[in-house]
């Protein structure tokens, strides 16, 4: 008997992809529930071969439903995530509402899925910042190695980060400079079409934005809390996948050679490594792929123990949605919950 898996925020970007991947996977769902706003109530979602109407979620009785995969945002999720938990349904949540709630696990299932079983606490489980799932699943096996003393990233974030309205932003940008109209500015600071804003999220006191801290405080939780890390985040005129240019500082000695071949046998990681042209991923590459790419390994002889590499990888996929179902699926794994029709 399968499990009843209900998707809050249907209709968004992540919430799409989270049907998809759902369906692609063959997760062992008996019964799928598009859940929405009212005023996305009937709206038409796939599911696979299916289509699905979006259901509201105030309606919702989550009693006899075993996983819930939350895209709707902070606010929707900090009054609802905790309404869902106390009905034995566990949350999965792509916000950042409970991400730094010591309570909360906060999983990339590649790094460190056995912290899974401690989502009973408040049957609450986080999905990290996009930018940061990925950095994760690359720095863990090196980190195992050799282990990492201090991390400098600078991202370079695709639109669709922001939502559907960052990426409608710059479709309607580009366009309008192609046919000489007015360029609107509405969801970034700045205009976007062939442009970069070193700006992602609100600006902090020190004058790190929050995407920023995010990416620090999250490495510490998941990996590893000595871990030093700076981040320089950038929205680029780009509509999916997100980059990183990662400078690394360990203890003990690595060459690019050790790190290329630690980061081959990897989960979750694809090498793509030639010194020519085109012997490296871009992220247009990497869009609909569940990998998280590495390019570029070279060593830093700027400092004692130093590797420079390029990070790229889905950011609907594996910097959200694939990452929510990827915990699902290693819960199962683990025999952390069976289905509740099962009584």
Not at 53 to 59: A, G, N, P, R, S
Not at 181 to 197: C, E, H, M, P, S
Request: glycine fraction near 6%; charged fraction near 25%.
């Amino acid at each position: 008997m399968g499990y009843k898996v209900a998707v809050v925020g249907a209709t968004g970007n992540v919430g799409r992809e989270m049907l998809n991947i759902l369906a692609e996977r063959q997760f062992p769902a008996d019964q799928v529930v598009a859940l929405a706003s009212s005023r996305s109530i009937g709206t038409e979602v796939s599911y696979g071969d299916k289509v699905l109407k979006c259901k509201q979620l105030e309606h919702h009785d989550f009693s006899d439903t075993d996983i819930c995969l939350m895209s709707a945002g902070g606010d929707i999720s900090k009054e609802w995530s905790p309404r869902i938990g106390a009905q034995k349904c566990v949350v999965i949540d792509n916000s950042s509402a409970w991400r730094y709630d010591q309570d909360v696990p906060l999983i990339v299932p590649e790094v460190n899925a056995a912290a899974i079983k401690g989502f009973t606490k408040k049957y609450i489980i986080a999905n990290p910042n996009c930018s940061t799932a990925q950095l994760v699943v690359a720095l863990k096996p090196l980190h195992d190695h050799a282990t990492i003393t201090r991390v400098v990233v600078s991202t370079y974030q695709s639109v669709s980060g922001a939502g559907k309205e960052g990426m409608d932003e710059l479709d309607r940008q580009t366009k309008a400079l192609y046919s000489l109209g007015d360029v609107q500015v509405k969801k970034f600071t700045k205009r976007i079409a062939f442009n970069l804003i070193p700006h992602i999220d609100v600006f902090m006191e020190d004058g790190y934005t929050k995407e920023e801290w995010k990416m620090m405080v999250e490495t510490k939780k998941i990996l590893d809390p000595k871990i030093k890390l700076t981040a320089t985040c950038v929205r680029v005129p780009v509509f999916i996948s997100h980059s990183e240019a990662v400078n690394l500082e360990f203890e003990k000695p690595i060459t690019a050679d050790e790190a290329r071949e630690i980061l081959r046998a990897a989960p979750g990681v694809l090498v793509v490594d030639k010194r020519e042209n085109g012997g490296y991923i871009t992220p247009h590459e990497a869009a609909g792929e569940d990998a998280t790419y590495i390019s570029r390994i070279r060593e830093d002889a700027t400092v004692e123990n130093g590797l420079t590499f390029w990070c790229v990888s889905d950011n609907l996929r594996k910097g959200a949605a694939l990452n929510a179902i990827q915990i699902a699926e290693s819960m199962l794994n683990q025999k952390l919950i069976k289905p509740k029709a099962q009584g």
